[in-house]
Nanobody, 127 residues
Framework: EVQLVESGGVLVQAGGSLRLSCAAS????????IGWFRQAPGKEREGVSC????????RYADSVKGRFTISSDNRKNAIYLQMSSLEPEDTAVYYC????????????????????WGQGTQVTVSS
């Protein structure tokens, strides 16, 4: 059974930093893509970043480029989202998602492309 468990979401002040973690299990880690998404109240789910677990290649949404960094530790089956220079607009529930046996492509920041989802972790950035 595929499981994705996010953690690390907290209340942080604007300008601060935060690292989210996604613990993954139940699938071939090196053959998959993991994405980070976020959803703010009243808004659609937005793709933030994604990473190919085989070669570490990644993509970012324009809204987070230069501020967020995605990484993975394949030995621990963990994926991280390091967030810095946080803004109130970054407030959302953050989700990790897995596409099993996938490669990065134009759809990799679209929610519909992913097979499995975690339950989410709340990030709140105060001004």
């Amino acid at each position: 059974e595929v499981q994705l468990v996010e953690s690390g979401g907290v209340l942080v002040q604007a300008g601060g930093s935060l690292r989210l973690s996604c613990a993954a299990s139940g699938f071939t880690f090196d053959d998959s893509v993991i994405g980070w998404f976020r959803q703010a109240p009243g808004k659609e789910r937005e793709g933030v970043s994604c990473i190919n677990l085989r070669d570490g290649s990644s993509r970012y949404a324009d809204s987070v480029k230069g501020r967020f960094t995605i990484s993975s530790d394949n030995r621990k089956n963990a994926i991280y989202l390091q967030m810095s220079s946080l803004e109130p607009e970054d407030t959302a529930v953050y989700y990790c998602a897995a596409r099993i046996r996938g490669l990065l492509n134009w759809a990799s920041l679209q929610a519909i492309w992913y097979d499995h989802w975690g339950q989410g972790t709340q990030v709140t950035v105060s001004s």
